[in-house]
């Protein structure tokens, strides 16, 4: 019978890093600019159009993010790549007419804007619907020893408790991490409302947090230090990961720089 130390180290819960490379993002924007050029008749419009050729699309959206209070990079990075897909698969550029929407960098500015604030409403709402109840008070109390039952019987309440805190993709989560799967296959997935690969992510993140605020409620110091030590692991191995994907981005934007955002 495997104890809960063991089912999690067999969980291997550490994180694939999705590297946010703000160039290839910006390129696709210039990609929809030049759309909007060729589309654009009258010679002003078209103009101030050409004259945003090399903006820093990212670079912009970045700034609102760490202003709105986001600061650890790779939140910054995960909550960029959610505005620019918003804006990106939006009517941003989609259907523009100067005439009606005004200057194309006032309406960019205004829609990161929106977004942005639209994300931060729903951050408050969701940290609103979390549950406030100590681990140690909600799970039953049978589960909190390893007596008898032994460690399924505890694994069995945590995936019970992954469940009601996170639905179906914590759970989902957790069953293809066992079974040695990869989280990517997730993501998209119909059966779990279609979640982005940075959703999923998350899902990884705040499974991460469960595992190690349960193992406290257990009440037993020895299997905490060792979930803390393999917790430990994997964030050394995602950061390895990180460094990585940095110094690659790193090179990529010393070849090809952009010009800075706008105020």
Known sequence: MQTFWQWVANLRLAETYYGLDPAEYNELFDKELEKAIQRTQDPAHRQALEGM???NWMGYVAAAVRHAGFHDQRD???????VAVKLLMGT???GFDERVSGPMDLRFKRSVGNAVRNMVELERNRSRLL?????DQEVEPASVTSDNDGG???IRDFRRLVRRRLGD????VLDVRLAGGETQS???CPALGSPGKWGVKRAVQQIKQLVREYASSLGDPELLRRVERT???EEETVAKRRATTAARQAVTAGSSPRGTPGA
């Open 231 to 233: 917790m430990e692991a």
């Open 186 to 188: 997730l993501v998209g």
């Open 131 to 135: 549950h406030t109840v100590p681990i």
């Open 152 to 154: 399924e019987r505890v």
């Open 53 to 55: 050729r090399g903006f």
């Open 169 to 172: 993709i914590g759970v989902a």
């Open 76 to 82: 910054v990075q995960e909550r960029s790549h959610e």
């Open 92 to 94: 941003l550029f989609r």
